[in-house]
C-alpha cells in the first residue's frame, strides 16, 4: 500500500501529532509511506519520523498581500500539488485540516486517486471566513471519504457531507512505563495546560480565571506550555493581575509525559477543538481534568463529575470556580484522575489504527 499525506507543515500541534503517529505505525508494517508539507524544506518536523518515510516539502506558503496574490498563490499551490501527487502517483492521499483539504481536493481532480480528508477541529466555532467556507462548502462533497473526530462535528455538516463521513477518534498512547514510583520534581501543587499559544486556546480566560482562584488557594502555580504569538500578551496580562511569579510559560516539550506525571491539575481552555491530544494525555496520566465544553469531542471525552469536570467556555468565573472545587479537594482529585485513566482504553492506538486502515480499505477497495 502506498499512501501520501498531506498537510500545511508538521509542528508542535494536534493534527500534526496524530498525522505523524499513524505514518510511522504504517511504515513500520511495510507500507510506502510519502509526507507532502507547504512549508519550507528548511523546517524540521517536530515529531520524528520513520527513516523510510519519505518527506517532501514543496516551500508554498509564500504570504499573500492582497486578493490578487492570493489567487495566484493558490493557483500555484493548486499546480504545484497537482503535479507532485501525480507523479507519486499513491494508492490513497491523505489531507489533514481544512484550507489543505480543499486545496487537495481540487488539486486532485480527474487524476483517479481516492481523496480521503481529515476535519481536525469544530467549524461551529471557528469560521474560516466567506471565502474559505465557499470553497470547503463546495470541495468537502468531492471527497471519496472525510474523517470527522466527533460525531458532533460530523452532524454540523449538511447531508451530502455527513453521507461521506466516518467517525474516527484521535488515538491515545498509552503513558511510557516508569519502574519505580517516582518522587514529584517539585513541591508545589502545580496546574499545567498545553497548547499553541494562540486566541482559540483560551490561556486569557485561564489566567483570569487563576488569578480568582489564587485568591482562596495561594499555595498553587500554573504552568502554561508552548509556543505561539500570543506569548507576549499573555505574559502581560498575567504580568498586569499579579500573578507574574505564579503563572510560568516554559514552552514547548517533547516529553509531555513527564510533564504531566509531575503536575496535580490539568485545564484545557480553548474556545474550539477537535480532539485535542493534551486533554487526552492527561486524562491517560490519571490526571484530574478541567475542560471547556469546547465543541468538537468536548462530551465524548469527558462525563462530566465522573472523570472531568466541563465548564462554559470564554467564562473565567465559572472555571474558577471548577478549579477552587478541586485545588481545596485532594481526595476529589483523585477519584476524578482514577476515573480519567480508562480514556486509554476507550481510544486505544489498536482501536484507531484499525479505524484508519479499514476507512483506506474503503476508498481503495471501491466499497
Not at 484545557?268 to 493534551?278: I, Y
Not at 473565567?316 to 477552587?324: G, S
Request: with cysteine; proline share 7%.
Amino acid at each position: 500500500m502506498k499512501v501520501c499525506f498531506i498537510i500545511w507543515a508538521l509542528t508542535a500541534a494536534g493534527a500534526e501529532r496524530v498525522l505523524s503517529i499513524l505514518a510511522n505505525e504504517w511504515a513500520q508494517k511495510g507500507w510506502d509511506v510519502v509526507i507532502l508539507t507547504t512549508d519550507s524544506d528548511q523546517a524540521i518536523p517536530f515529531y520524528p519520523l520513520v527513516d523510510s518515510i519519505e518527506l517532501i516539502q514543496l516551500n508554498l506558503l509564500k504570504d499573500s498581500h492582497s486578493f490578487r496574490s492570493a489567487i495566484s498563490n493558490n493557483i500555484r499551490r493548486l499546480a504545484t500539488l497537482r503535479r507532485v501527487i501525480k507523479e507519486k502517483s499513491p494508492d490513497v492521499l491523505i489531507s489533514f485540516i481544512d484550507t489543505t483539504n480543499s486545496l487537495t481536493i481540487m488539486a486532485t481532480r480527474g487524476l483517479g486517486i481516492p481523496v480521503i480528508i481529515s476535519e481536525r477541529t469544530d467549524p461551529s466555532r471557528r469560521s474560516l471566513g466567506r471565502f474559505w467556507g465557499a470553497i470547503r462548502d463546495f470541495t468537502y462533497p468531492l471527497a471519496d471519504l472525510i474523517v470527522f473526530q466527533s460525531c458532533g462535528v460530523r452532524d454540523w455538516f449538511p447531508p451530502r457531507v455527513r453521507a461521506r463521513g466516518v467517525v474516527i477518534p484521535n488515538p491515545v498512547p498509552r503513558p511510557p512505563a516508569v519502574s519505580l514510583v517516582l518522587p514529584k520534581k517539585s513541591p508545589a501543587l502545580r496546574i499545567v495546560s498545553m497548547g499553541r499559544l494562540s486566541p482559540v486556546k483560551g490561556f486569557d480566560v485561564l489566567i483570569q480565571a487563576f488569578a480568582l482562584a489564587s485568591a482562596r488557594t495561594p499555595h498553587w502555580h500554573l504552568d502554561i506550555w508552548g509556543q505561539g504569538p500570543e506569548r507576549p500578551s499573555l505574559e502581560e496580562l498575567a504580568g498586569n493581575l499579579g500573578m507574574g511569579e505564579q503563572i510560568k510559560f516554559p514552552g514547548v516539550t517533547e516529553r509531555p509525559f513527564d510533564i504531566l506525571r509531575d503536575a496535580d491539575l490539568f485545564i484545557l481552555s480553548s474556545h474550539a477543538e477537535g480532539f485535542p491530544n493534551a486533554l487526552a494525555e492527561a486524562m491517560a496520566c490519571g490526571l484530574p481534568v478541567i475542560s471547556t465544553r469546547f465543541g468538537g469531542a468536548a462530551d465524548d471525552m469527558i462525563t462530566d463529575g465522573l472523570d472531568g469536570i466541563l465548564v462554559p467556555p470564554g467564562n473565567p468565573e465559572a472555571l474558577a470556580e471548577a478549579m477552587v472545587q478541586l485545588m481545596t479537594d485532594p481526595g476529589k482529585r483523585a477519584r476524578l484522575g482514577a476515573q480519567a485513566s480508562r480514556v486509554v482504553e476507550r481510544f486505544s492506538m489498536e482501536r484507531v489504527f484499525g479505524m484508519w486502515e479499514e476507512a483506506v480499505h474503503r476508498v481503495t477497495e471501491g466499497s
